[in-house]
């Protein structure tokens, strides 16, 4: 989408000292047995702990097929690199909310064409309206052509078009 090329992709992030060490003594505390390794069961005790919500099935399958075939579970370094990036994405998703808040100037939830282009505008000065226009437009179609609130454009539906990675149908080469 416009955000990856405007340079708003996740940075590479490093956790500070002290959160690097609560990771490790959360992983400590939900390998109970001390076996090396976190069970889904115990992966998802570990989410609840550092991130407030447990983590769907979905979820969960998807880092256990992640995990090294070999071994019975999450690892400690597998569970640091997990961690890592889910907080890095939780940091993207709360700039983004920022963003797209500080644009939202009459508070509605939303942004309309007018909206968008006073945004862009301070932004990106130079940005012809036609691309604005594209973009704005793009932002609220989805896949197969289903477009969402005709002539507004809410944070849920960018939060959409990032889950769905249209980046892939970008308007900038």
Request: charged letters at 30%; glycine letters at 4%; hydrophobic letters at 40%.
């Amino acid at each position: 989408m416009f955000f990856s090329q405007a340079g708003a992709r996740p940075r590479m992030w490093e956790a500070s000292p002290s959160e690097h060490k609560k990771w490790v003594e959360v992983f400590k505390a939900c390998d109970e047995e001390n076996k090396g390794y976190l069970s889904r069961e115990d992966f998802k005790v570990a989410v609840v702990m550092l991130f407030g919500y447990k983590p769907s099935k979905i979820e969960a399958d998807a880092v256990m097929s992640s995990v090294d075939p070999n071994t019975s579970g999450i690892l400690l370094k597998e569970f640091l690199d997990i961690v890592r990036k889910k907080k890095e994405a939780q940091l993207y998703r709360n700039e983004i909310r920022h963003i797209f808040t500080a644009f939202d100037r009459h508070y509605r939830g939303y942004l309309t064409l007018e909206d968008f282009k006073k945004a862009f505008k301070q932004v990106a000065p130079k940005l012809s309206e036609r691309i604005i226009l594209e973009v704005f437009r793009a932002t609220s179609i989805l896949p197969f052509g289903y477009q969402l609130n005709v002539g507004k454009l809410s944070y849920e539906m960018i939060h959409v078009g990032q889950a769905l990675d249209l980046d892939s149908w970008s308007l900038f080469p």
